[in-house]
């Protein structure tokens, strides 16, 4: 039998307990995001087989307006992370970061677009549970364990790492640490690199963010950043947001940077990106493929455009990149 189709046993030893605590509202933002896809998928705006297998089906219906808004999301940021695949013919590492119930390296096996090795980065607790599921669901541990050339696969309660895909509990406010477990798990500094961040800078301070921000930059000499989270949150749709995610008990501290996709943009060249590009969320919806958009807007009937218009009108994606001008990565756009 081959060495790749050998079933590793999954090899638990114990971990130092990291104590986290604080951060209880941002991590509860792991929960309403992968809820909110869940019921997306269960009403059928995308496809994915694997998020069943990480999150249960509340009986609670999100409204349509939330479902086109996060398939808006999962459409474009997939848009990008297949461009820098296709650029890189997947010769290239992807790392998660604030990678909560992501099931984003599953669909990538499926379709044969796997990176050369795909990390996830999240709190601890959050990685915790998502270990769970891998090693309790077939489904999940399967390709994972098929990809995987050695006997045995190391996994703690906080990380897992095997040949193409690595999960590591860790704070990415931390940066010694953070690169210190990328490097154990044999993140490679010279590969082409994607950096995903969905959702996941705005829980930060803007000093915070810079830092992670400065120090992608300065790690990888290829490298692509893909960001989506909140704009124009100065106006008054904008202050009710904050306040409903404050009475919530989760400050959004890098609200400040949130400003204008002008203030998104201006983060990443002040950290070390050559290009900038960021579009609301609004102008990507109508740039989105007209059947598709047929399609998810036959699945709910939705009587207030307006509102779905403000709520992407607050939302945004925005990528970078460095290094990559002999693969074309300045040309990558959405
Ligand atoms: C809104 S959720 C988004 C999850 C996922 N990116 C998605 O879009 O489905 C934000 C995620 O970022 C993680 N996160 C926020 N701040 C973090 C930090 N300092 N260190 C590690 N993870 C963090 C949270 O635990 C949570 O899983």
Known sequence: MAASLREPSFISSPSSSTCDTDDEGVRGTCEDASLCKRFAVSVGYWHDPY?????RLTKERKA?????????????VNQLLKAFLRKTECHCQVLNLGAGMDTTFWKLKDEDLLPSKYFEVDFPMIVTRKLHNIKNKPLLSK???????????????HTLDSKRYAIIGADLRDLSELEEKLKKCNMNTQLP????????????????????????????????????????????????????????????????TC???????????????????????????????????????????LDEMELLEQLMQHYC????TRGGQELGLKEISC
């Open 51 to 55: 998020i069943q297998h990480l999150v």
């Open 64 to 76: 349509p307006e939330i479902n086109r808004g996060y398939f808006a999301r999962v459409h474009g």
């Open 143 to 157: 390709p994972i364990v098929e990809l995987h050339s050695e006997d045995i696969l190391h996994m703690d309660g």
């Open 193 to 256: 690199t994607l950096l995903i961040t969905e959702c996941v800078l705005v829980y930060m301070t803007p000093e915070q963010s810079a830092n992670l921000l400065k120090w992608a930059s300065n790690t990888f000499e290829t490298a692509m950043l893909i960001n989506y989270e909140q704009v124009n949150m100065g106006d008054r749709f904008g202050q009710i947001m904050i306040e409903n995610l404050r009475r919530r008990q989760c400050d959004l501290a890098g609200v400040e």
């Open 259 to 301: 400003k204008s996709l002008e203030s998104q943009k201006e983060r990443l060249l002040a950290n070390g990106w050559e290009t900038a590009c960021a579009v609301n969320m609004m102008e990507l919806y109508s740039r989105l493929p007209r059947a598709e958009v047929s399609r998810i807007e036959s699945l709910e009937f």
């Open 317 to 320: 994606l925005c990528w970078a």
